[in-house]
Structures are given as structure tokens and as C-alpha cells.
């Protein structure tokens, strides 16, 4: 995975597609996000007009970020913990889809922003950004829940290069600035 972590379960995580389908029975089952590897994933939740808002809204969430969900991704594939600038932190952008009356998140969406950095011989893929989008229905339980009671959840994350292709650049060639002697050829003029 792009996240460090000595809990093989902890770090960066989409939900993993099962034939169950069921987000609840099959919320431990997690894939890790693996650089440069898009991944489109989701699953179904049966939800009931009478639930409460609140709760369903953070059970939701902790299905679709996972239970240890970092705040921090290493920019290179070797960052040590103890080097704080070589972690990127994870910035959260919340959409609301409709009028704020129960706000449901439906969507996860990871956006891995990263570039090649170093030798044109031998580039390092460098994380630059990593923006979570959580897109989100404000509408009433008993809307989102009609007519068969299923809410469609999903988890997406995407790799996308920011960098120019590299260019060979060359130094001028050296100009000689030299000046002879008035006289230099005296002797066999």
C-alpha cells in the first residue's frame, strides 16, 4: 500500500468487492490502495425510514473510509516515519448532493495526485496530493430508502500524473575565446 503502517489491517483501504454485496457483513474485508492501481469498489446497505440520521451517517463513513483511516501518506515508497516532510497529508472535501436536511455520505473518492522526481535516467514516483472527496445526499431517510430499501455505497480511488513528460536538456557547447599575440606569426610571414 501508499500508507506505512506496522498494523498490516491500518493504513489505506477501499472497501473489497464481494458477492454478498452487504456493506455491513462484509465490512472488515478491505483491499489496500496500491500505487498507481485505480480501483472502483462498492457495495449495498438495506436501510429503513425509521432509522436515525446521525448514526447511519457515521456507520456509513466508517464503512467507507475503513476503521483506521490515515491522515498522513508517504510521498515516496521509502519515507521513514521520523521524516515529517516526506508525508503528505490527506485533505477532505465534503459535497452535499441536495438541501441539508439529513446528510447520508453515499461516496468515497481518493484523488492521488503524483509526479516523477529526480534523474531522467532513473525517476522516483513522488506523491504530491491526496484529496478525499466524500459526496454526500441530503434528503430524507424515507426518500433514500424507497422503493427497495437499498442504498448503493461506493469507494473509488484514482492515480493521476501532474508531471510533464522529461526533456533531455543539454549544456551549449563551449565557445573559445582566445586572442594571439599581434606578432605570433612574425617569423614566417
Known amino acids: 500500500g501508499i500508507y506505512q503502517s506496522a498494523n498490516r489491517f491500518g493504513g ?11 456493506c455491513l457483513n462484509s465490512s472488515g474485508e478491505r483491499s489496500p490502495v ?19 440520521c446521525t448514526v447511519l451517517s457515521e456507520v456509513i463513513l466508517g464503512v467507507l473510509r475503513g476503521q483506521s483511516f490515515p491522515q498522513y501518506v508517504a510521498s515516496f515508497g521509502n519515507s521513514q516515519p521520523q521524516e515529517v516532510l516526506d508525508w503528505v497529508p490527506i485533505k477532505t472535501v465534503s459535497s ?27 525517476p522516483q514516483a513522488q506523491i504530491v496530493n491526496v484529496t478525499e472527496r466524500i459526496s454526500a445526499n441530503s434528503s ?23 508531471s510533464a513528460p522529461a526533456q533531455p536538456e543539454y549544456k551549449a557547447p563551449p565557445t573559445i575565446d582566445a586572442s594571439l599575440p599581434f606578432d605570433f606569426f612574425f617569423p614566417f610571414v
Not at 15 to 21: A, R
Request: net charge negative.
Open 12 to 22: 489505506l483501504t477501499v472497501l473489497k468487492s464481494s458477492g454478498i454485496q452487504d
Open 96 to 122: 452535499v448532493l441536495s438541501a441539508p436536511s439529513c446528510s447520508v455520505p453515499l461516496s468515497v473518492h481518493l484523488e492521488v495526485r503524483w509526479t516523477l522526481y529526480g534523474s531522467l535516467v532513473n
Open 140 to 162: 430524507n431517510l424515507q426518500a433514500l430508502a424507497e422503493p427497495s430499501g437499498l442504498l448503493g455505497l461506493s469507494s473509488t480511488v484514482t492515480f493521476i500524473a501532474v
Open 34 to 52: 496500491l500505487f498507481g492501481v485505480n480501483v472502483v469498489s462498492g457495495c449495498t446497505l438495506r436501510v429503513d425510514s425509521s432509522d436515525n
